[in-house]
């Protein structure tokens, strides 16, 4: 962290780049991905989504139905599609207008004074602290990793591993 605030200070101060905070903010959305991923999960376990398998038309939904080409991108997808970009636009609102009690994405000059927790952090507390918080966030960061790759190399897609791994339990 101190070579990347050396060679580039006017990132750095802001919180740009490796820092605890950024740390954190990832740890954050990779934890959202987890319960974001099982919701989709459970939806389609349990028949939640409309015509799951139906395509958009393209006659309806112009060029927002299609993937490449001509092929058109089904109901799943799409709603899916759809709650990510959602999220995506109340993050930014989040990390532009952070409510009192909130973290803000960008950091003040003077906030840059959090010290890297390291490889294996401390607990000194036990409950709702910011460790914790850490720990959790790389945790789940690991996940979406390991659910990555285990998706690439069987082939399946990531929800179908995801139901695997709770035995079934989805759907």
């Known amino acids: 962290m101190t070579q990347f605030q050396e ?84 993050s930014v609102c989040a990390a532009l207008c952070p409510p009192p009690f909130g973290d803000q994405l960008l950091l003040e000059p003077d906030e840059m004074d959090k010290e890297p927790y390291g490889m294996f952090p401390d607990y000194k507390d036990s409950g709702i602290t910011e460790t914790a918080e850490m720990v959790n966030g790389r945790l789940a960061m690991i996940g979406l990793i390991a659910l990555l790759g285990q998706s690439a190399i069987s082939g399946q897609s990531m929800i179908d591993v995801v139901n695997t791994w709770v035995g079934g339990a989805y759907f």
Do not use: Q
């Open 7 to 90: 060679e580039y200070p006017e990132f750095a101060k802001y919180g740009w780049g490796p820092s605890v905070h950024a740390e954190k903010w990832n740890g954050r959305h990779a934890m959202f991905g987890w319960v974001f991923i099982c919701a989709t999960a459970y939806a389609k376990g349990h028949g939640l989504i409309p015509d799951p398998e139906a395509t958009l038309n393209l006659k309806e939904w112009g060029t927002l139905a299609t993937i490449s080409g001509k092929n058109t991108i089904t109901n799943e997808r799409a709603i899916i599609l759809i709650a990510n970009v959602h999220f995506l636009f109340l």
